[in-house]
């Protein structure tokens, strides 16, 4: 199944995503999981416009049919934004405001931004300012940890006895600054109150990984590189992470209620036990990132309290769920964690789990017929009579542990 690389972007500029996705796909489901990913409301739907000829798109064609090329940008716009109101009454928009942009050619003395190029550039320049912020960070430290050492050998010659002899107040000025700088210095390096600020900067610049069982309520840590992390039991409630990467960070038993996650990189993360409840995981990164036991809902009422594109909520649901012949029919779950899911009797005819985690997933009696299973983990499922009638099954993963379709241990052959 050929599959092109789509860019879908907001009319406003706020989000954007980069998908794979196959030329037969029909581009009513494209504008319905584009409206999820990129924040924008369900309902009324949307219209979409290719950016690179300006025209409508209709959900009926697929993208073969509508012309899309490899990284084609398509334009998702609301419809009170595309249809406006005059005294005659609604009119189409027939040119979008981001098509227009196009059309005016920026002065020479004022080069344009959007441009790979120059965003390449100010990618390169940030990385070069925080790779010096954090040598200087260094230095600061190692320049503090003197100061503080010629500090104390200067009080101490000062109150020597023969120093004694002839005091005056002018003598005292310069030794009453060095202690109170000293005192300031220690008191910011081992105050027990700035200890969540210390850690903070820590991870924050790459100097520690480790925050686990930290109290950083509230902490402020958008656009961070916290990639690796141990946040094992970490207190991050109302915590600010939007845009942050997380990226195989080990966030289990941390809370993280009312945290603003939009956008968040959790690719791969530990989420086992995190508490979820009432945070914003819209646009968030979630492959391969573990959500067992990973707590959205009201412990009262049951529901669903975190924000979650619909395509998360049905990871969380398959994997902390106990439903059996779920009909997930030609669903997209690539890349997903689907450990220890019970997908028993469920029906998975044409989806696509490319490199899925399905270790010690139950699958007996599934309907995989025609899926594409291109490196999927399988060790230690359950497979016993599974249908893989024209699946593909190139570099899956079995080992001795695995049940296969025909009730035998593996590693299967297939």
């Given at each position: 199944?050929?599959?092109?690389?789509?860019?879908?972007?907001?009319?406003?500029?706020?989000?954007?995503?980069?998908?794979?996705?196959?030329?037969?796909?029909?581009?009513?489901?494209?504008?319905?999981?584009?409206?999820?990913?990129?924040?924008?409301?369900?309902?009324?739907?949307?219209?979409?416009?290719?950016?690179?000829?300006?025209?409508?798109?209709?959900?009926?064609?697929?993208?073969?049919?509508?012309?899309?090329?490899?990284?084609?940008?398509?334009?998702?716009?609301?419809?009170?934004?595309?249809?406006?109101?005059?005294?005659?009454?609604?009119?189409?928009?027939?040119?979008?405001?981001?098509?227009?942009?196009?059309?005016?050619?920026?002065?020479?003395?004022?080069?344009?931004?959007?441009?790979?190029?120059?965003?390449?550039?100010?990618?390169?320049?940030?990385?070069?300012?925080?790779?010096?912020?954090?040598?200087?960070?260094?230095?600061?430290?190692?320049?503090?940890?003197?100061?503080?050492?010629?500090?104390?050998?200067?009080?101490?010659?000062?109150?020597?006895?023969?120093?004694?002899?002839?005091?005056?107040?002018?003598?005292?000025?310069?030794?009453?600054?060095?202690?109170?700088?000293?005192?300031?210095?220690?008191?910011?390096?081992?105050?027990?109150?700035?200890?969540?600020?210390?850690?903070?900067?820590?991870?924050?610049?790459?100097i520690t990984k480790n925050a686990q069982g930290k109290n950083l309520n509230r902490a402020f840590l958008e656009a961070a590189?916290?990639?690796?992390?141990?946040?094992?039991?970490?207190?991050?409630?109302?915590?600010?992470?939007?845009?942050?990467?997380?990226?195989?960070?080990?966030?289990?038993?941390?809370?993280?209620?009312?945290a603003d996650l939009r956008g968040v990189n959790f690719s791969r993360a530990d989420l086992t036990e995190t508490n979820l409840?009432?945070?914003?995981?819209?646009?968030?990164?979630?492959?391969?990132?573990?959500?067992?036991?990973?707590?959205?809902?009201?412990?009262?009422?049951?529901?669903?309290?975190?924000?979650?594109?619909?395509?998360?909520?049905?990871?969380?649901?398959?994997?902390?769920?106990?439903?059996?012949?779920?009909?997930?029919?030609?669903?997209?779950?690539?890349?997903?964690?689907?450990?220890?899911?019970?997908?028993?009797?469920?029906?998975?005819?044409?989806?696509?789990?490319?490199?899925?985690?399905?270790?010690?997933?139950?699958?007996?009696?599934?309907?995989?017929?025609?899926?594409?299973?291109?490196?999927?983990?399988?060790?230690?499922?359950?497979?016993?009579?599974?249908?893989?009638?024209?699946?593909?099954?190139?570099?899956?993963?079995?080992?001795?542990?695995?049940?296969?379709?025909?009730?035998?241990?593996?590693?299967?052959?297939?």
């Amino acid at each position: 199944m050929l599959e092109i690389i789509v860019i879908l972007k907001r009319y406003d500029g706020i989000a954007e995503r980069k998908e794979n996705i196959s030329l037969k796909v029909k581009l009513s489901e494209v504008r319905e999981a584009a409206q999820t990913l990129l924040g924008l409301p369900e309902k009324p739907p949307c219209r979409l416009v290719l950016y690179r000829t300006s025209s409508t798109l209709e959900d009926d064609c697929t993208l073969e049919e509508a012309g899309i090329q490899q990284n084609d940008r398509i334009i998702l716009y609301p419809l009170d934004v595309w249809h406006k109101k005059n005294a005659q009454g609604y009119f189409v928009v027939h040119t979008p405001p981001v098509v227009m942009e196009s059309e005016v050619k920026p002065s020479s003395s004022e080069p344009d931004i959007s441009s790979p190029k120059i965003i390449l550039i100010i990618k390169n320049i940030v990385k070069k300012s925080q790779i010096l912020f954090k040598v200087l960070s260094l230095i600061v430290f190692n320049k503090t940890k003197k100061i503080l050492g010629w500090v104390i050998q200067k009080t101490r010659n000062f109150f020597r006895k023969e120093n004694f002899k002839k005091i005056d107040k002018k003598s005292l000025v310069k030794p009453a600054i060095f202690l109170s700088v000293g005192f300031f210095i220690t008191h910011l390096l081992s105050n027990p109150e700035l200890e969540s600020t210390r850690t903070i900067w820590g991870i924050s610049l790459g100097i520690t990984k480790n925050a686990q069982g930290k109290n950083l309520n509230r902490a402020f840590l958008e656009a961070a590189n916290l990639t690796n992390v141990n946040m094992v039991g970490t207190n991050l409630n109302g915590a600010r992470l939007s845009q942050a990467n997380l990226s195989n960070a080990r966030l289990n038993k941390a809370s993280l209620a009312g945290a603003d996650l939009r956008g968040v990189n959790f690719s791969r993360a530990d989420l086992t036990e995190t508490n979820l409840n009432g945070a914003n995981l819209l646009g968030a990164n979630l492959l391969g990132a573990n959500l067992r036991k990973a707590k959205i809902t009201d412990p009262e009422t049951g529901e669903i309290t975190a924000k979650l594109d619909q395509n998360a909520k049905l990871i969380w649901k398959i994997v902390n769920e106990s439903t059996t012949g779920r009909d997930l029919k030609s669903k997209k779950l690539d890349r997903y964690n689907l450990s220890y899911a019970n997908l028993k009797n469920s029906v998975l005819s044409r989806a696509s789990l490319t490199w899925v985690d399905l270790s010690k997933a139950n699958l007996e009696g599934a309907t995989l017929y025609k899926a594409d299973l291109t490196g999927t983990n399988l060790r230690g499922a359950n497979l016993k009579d599974v249908d893989l009638r024209a699946a593909t099954l190139y570099k899956v993963k079995t080992d001795t542990s695995t049940i296969c379709p025909n009730g035998k241990s593996g590693p299967c052959k297939f």
